[in-house]
């Protein structure tokens, strides 16, 4: 009866570790820092749009960062903002777009969003697409290694 109990507790701690792709987004997101405000840009929409996000109001933020994105001289750091709001905001499809493109852009965003397409694909639940993609991301990028590192052993 005793080893019965035991196999039960096991079993049920066992399946208890098991974390959905969700909850692993959950886990490992951080919002990419703000590099608006704090490198100098004082544009009134970049203000609202990152006090917004700073504050993790992401569907306000989401608001004033598709106006800001509207805008031909908006900073390309929004478009990333942007689909981090998104994302939060549960609108995955669209942010996945975005930043499946700036991670293949070349520009100094690659690496970030690259990072945040992984998390992404993990909100819209596609963990092998992410698997594949955190691959090539955990070859290539250094900008948060220690977590792709933890997210790569917790996917396997």
């Known amino acids: 009866a005793v080893l019965v109990v035991l196999i039960s507790v096991g079993t049920w701690w066992w399946n208890s570790q098991v974390q959905t792709p969700e909850d692993l987004y959950a886990t490992y997101f951080t919002p990419y820092p703000d590099r608006l405000t704090t490198l100098g840009a004082t ?9 917004f996000y700073n504050a993790a109001q992401y ?3 989401l608001v004033y960062f598709k106006l800001l994105n509207l805008q031909s001289d908006a900073p390309e750091t929004a478009e990333l903002y942007l689909a981090i709001c998104q994302i ?6 669209n942010a ?3 930043l ?18 992984v ?3 993990l909100a ?3 963990p092998e697409i992410a698997i594949a993609v955190l691959a090539d991301y955990r070859k290539k990028w ?6 792709a590192d933890q997210l790569w052993k917790a996917l396997h």
């Open 43 to 51: 544009d009134e929409l970049v203000q609202q749009a990152m006090g």
């Open 59 to 61: 569907d306000s933020a």
């Open 88 to 93: 939060e905001a549960g609108n995955q499809a």
């Open 96 to 98: 996945l777009k975005t």
């Open 100 to 117: 499946e493109r700036l991670s293949s852009s070349g520009t100094a965003l690659a690496e970030a969003a690259q990072w945040h397409y």
């Open 119 to 121: 998390l992404g694909l």
């Open 124 to 126: 819209a639940n596609e």
């Open 142 to 147: 250094s900008y948060q290694q220690q977590k």
